[in-house]
């Protein structure tokens, strides 16, 4: 138990400061009572936790005021450790500084009634509220910087847990016993269905946005999943089916429990490549996407059929735009003739003139299926990735 020294009191302030000393453990219980009253998170917490540190700060308040001279140093220790006490208590840091407050306003309105008692003047009591709020607001701001470090360290170790645990289920490097264990710690549906997903921020949608969009904030309602950073995109689970849709790339992997999403995050994350090379938002599973996977993948191949398709069109200078355009209308309408040459305002001989002096320069025949399947790849390649041909 903390208690002051017993000198004998020499002036009208020391003498106010030695009774309220003496009233330091009755000062605590009522300032407790104050922060249990109007915070739930200092209610939850029993009262032995909370009493002796801040009978600590009412002692090395008050005795700070007596004796500006003594050991400051201490006092200082003594105000950051009660700010760390209370950020691993899970008390905010708004939440404490109105605690400090109300045992400030505890100790000051004892301050006047023990001068009543004494027949202590009013100067004095003056006195000794300007240097209770001089002192309180070094107390404050000592408890403040160690309740905001102690808040970033606890963010830091919570988000490498909760990146790892991420990590470990998406990679599947964790037992299934592991992941229950874990998993129960951010409340998620053990049993539950779950898809896979990888998003990629954007400068107007932030990953705090995507998070909300998701289900997988902090503090945003029931959790429905969990994601962390990875490689700049935000990566991680949630529950089937996906709820909501968001504007920036995401690949959506297929449904499976928490011990079995590795497989679905690999095609989650092949699903954001194509949707990002295609520039394309919002949800994309895999099975969307037809052969375009294989076509933004195999980079050689593509390489190869643009040489041979599109390469012999483009030597040909200022055509080449039209007959390209031509064909790419033609591949989008399904072959249809007639459409083709009714969206492009032309005659349909015009359209079969073009056609075949395409065939001409690729050496390609538009009816036969194989010829027609490296057609569209080499469309679909030019269209995706102009940028990687040298």
Same mark, same amino acid.
């Given at each position: ?75 200082? &220790? ?35 009634? =023990?001068? !009543? ?55 599947? =490097? ?8 874990? !998993? ?11 898809? &896979? ?9 932030? /990953? ?67 949707? =990002? ?16 996977? !294989? ?5 050689? /191949? ?19 735009? =039209?007959?390209?355009?031509?064909? !790419?209308?033609?591949? +989008? ?25 395409? +065939? ?31």
């Amino acid at each position: 138990m903390l208690s002051s020294d017993t000198r004998e009191a020499t002036t009208p302030l020391e003498r106010q400061v030695g009774a309220l000393l003496a009233r330091a453990e009755s000062l605590a219980e009522r300032a407790v009572d104050g922060f249990q009253e109007m915070f739930p998170s200092y209610a939850r917490h029993d009262r032995a936790a909370l009493t002796p540190v801040v009978l600590r700060n009412t002692i090395s308040l008050l005795e700070s005021i007596r004796d500006p001279a003594h050991d400051s140093a201490t006092d200082l &220790a003594f105000y950051r450790e009660s700010g760390e006490r209370r950020a691993r208590m899970g008390i905010t840091s708004d939440e404490m500084l109105h605690a400090w407050r109300i045992g400030m306003k505890v100790t000051r309105e004892q301050a006047y009634a =023990t001068a !009543a008692e004494l027949g202590i003047g009013d100067d004095v009591v003056l006195q000794f509220v300007e240097a209770l709020l001089c002192t309180g607001d070094v107390g404050m701001l000592e408890s403040a910087s160690a309740h905001r470090e102690t808040e970033l360290e606890l963010a830091r170790h919570e988000e490498h847990h909760r990146a790892n645990l991420v990590r470990g289920i998406l990679f599947g =490097t964790l037992a299934p016993a592991a992941i229950r264990v874990q !998993a129960a710690t951010y409340d998620l549906d053990t049993p539950g269905t779950y898809c &896979a997903i990888r998003a990629r921020p954007t400068p107007e949608i932030s /990953v705090r946005a995507l998070e909300y969009q998701l289900g997988v904030a902090d503090g945003a309602g029931p959790r429905r999943g969990l994601a962390a950073l990875l490689d700049g995109d935000l990566a991680g689970f949630v529950l089937f089916p996906l709820r909501g849709s968001v504007a920036v790339p995401l690949g959506l992997g297929p449904p499976a429990t928490l011990d079995g999403l590795e497989n679905s995050f690999r095609l989650a994350t092949r699903a954001l490549e194509v949707a =990002t090379a295609a520039e394309l938002t919002g949800a994309v599973a895999i099975d969307e996407l037809g052969l375009l996977p !294989a076509v933004i993948a195999d980079r050689d /191949v593509g390489d190869e059929i643009l040489r041979r398709i599109i390469d012999p069109v483009l030597a040909q200078g200022k055509p080449a735009v =039209t007959l390209l355009e031509t064909v !790419a209308r033609y591949l +989008e309408n399904d072959l249809r003739l007639e459409l083709t040459a009714e969206q492009m305002f032309l005659h349909v001989n015009t359209v079969r003139y073009r056609l075949r002096r395409f +065939e001409e320069l690729t050496g390609t025949n538009l009816r036969h299926v194989d010829d027609l399947v490296q057609v569209w790849w080499a469309f679909r390649r030019r269209s995706i990735r102009p940028t990687e041909r040298p």
